[in-house]
Every structure is written in C-alpha cells, then in structure tokens.
C-alpha cells in the first residue's frame, strides 16, 4: 500500500468516526429529550387518573343520593 492510499485511508476513517461523534452526540441529546418528556406524560397521567377517580367517586355519591331520594319519595 502507497502512502497516498494510507493518507486517504486514515481520511476516510477520520470523516466516519467524526460522523459517528455526531451521530452520537444528536441521539444521546434525542435521548436526553425523550426522557424528559417521558417524565412530564407519566406526572401528566397520574394526574389525569387522580382526576378519573375523583370524578368517579362523585358521580357515584350523587347516584347514590339520586337513588335515596328516588326511595324516599
């Protein structure tokens, strides 16, 4: 192997390793992203079935009353 096709081998493996750096660099940030954003739809979710329940539990205390009333009349 000539040096000429050395240099342009050790410049060819320098652009994919420089390529890979920013590959990696762009995905662990996506990453980083994701995971925070994760965390807000898993606080949000909780939220929303606190909600659910809450919700729930009056229509059914109102039922219940709606059905005392209808047995009381």
Known sequence: MSTN???LDI???ENKLEELIQR???LRS???TLK???DELVKEKAK???KTNMARTRVEAMI???KTMEHGS
């Open 5 to 7: 096709n050395q240099s």
């Open 11 to 13: 410049n060819e493996l």
């Open 24 to 26: 990696y660099n762009f």
């Open 30 to 32: 996506e990453n980083s």
């Open 36 to 38: 925070v954003k994760q």
């Open 48 to 50: 929303l079935v606190e």
């Open 64 to 66: 219940g009353r709606l």
